[in-house]
């Protein structure tokens, strides 16, 4: 290598910022979107974990409180129709459609059971979506933010390639910033990309277990009052 060419290259700022400065006007934009995608992804991942955290430890308390062998009208009487808790707002649904159930005789009116089941498994669809909200983006960001980092860097090289030609030299200092500039747009497509791919596995497996807590805690508890409904039939 030339000992100018050399000097020339070693002259060069290869930081980041001065990278993303000297990138054209179309880089520039797809860098930005990939920092962006990746704080917002980020952003996602942080509150998704904290409120799967708090669901699966919500569950775990409320089924505490539900097994403590307390009747089930006290259990219902103190946590209200409309409970602060997933799980509660399940065992609420079911016992606001179990008190519906019974006729202005006392007796129980027809499909009782059937409706119990229906009213907690709203809520159980409805707990489920809340908690898959985000998820969706993650995914859509691990499967696409690196294409877009590879256009970024195929139109960086393209632009690396004009800069030869007009220059008409190859030497590394006209060669490595062009170069480097296209490369830090896949950089940041991967770095987008890789954490939203392991956090959309990680939050999408614990967000299906504490939803199939939510499916067994409610028929656990249809079962309880199909006995119940049972006995008052005989």
Known sequence: MEPDALAAAQQIDFSLWALFLRA????????????????????????????????????????????????????????????????????????????????????????????????????????ADSLGTGLSFLATVGSI????????????????????????????????PGIAEALLATGLGLLAAIPAVIFYNKLNQDTDRVIASYEGFADEFAMILSRQLDQAGT
């Open 24 to 127: 054209t006007f179309l880089v520039k934009v797809v860098m930005l979107m990939l920092i962006a995608a990746s704080f917002w992804s980020w952003s996602i991942i942080i509150q998704k974990t904290l409120d799967v955290r708090r669901a699966a430890q919500e569950v775990r308390e409320f089924e505490e409180e539900f097994w403590s062998g307390e009747p089930l009208d006290k259990v219902y009487e103190r946590v209200g129709p409309e409970p602060p808790g997933s799980t509660a707002r399940i065992f609420a649904a079911g016992m606001t459609e179990w008190r519906r159930s019974h006729g202005n005789s006392g007796g129980l009116i027809a499909n009782s059971q059937s409706r119990i089941e229906r009213s907690m498994n709203v809520v159980i669809g409805r707990e």
């Open 145 to 176: 933010t690196p294409f877009i980092g590879l256009f970024g860097t195929v139109w960086g090289i393209k632009h690396a390639f004009e800069e030869i030609a007009m220059q008409q030299s190859t030497n590394l200092a006209v060669v490595a």
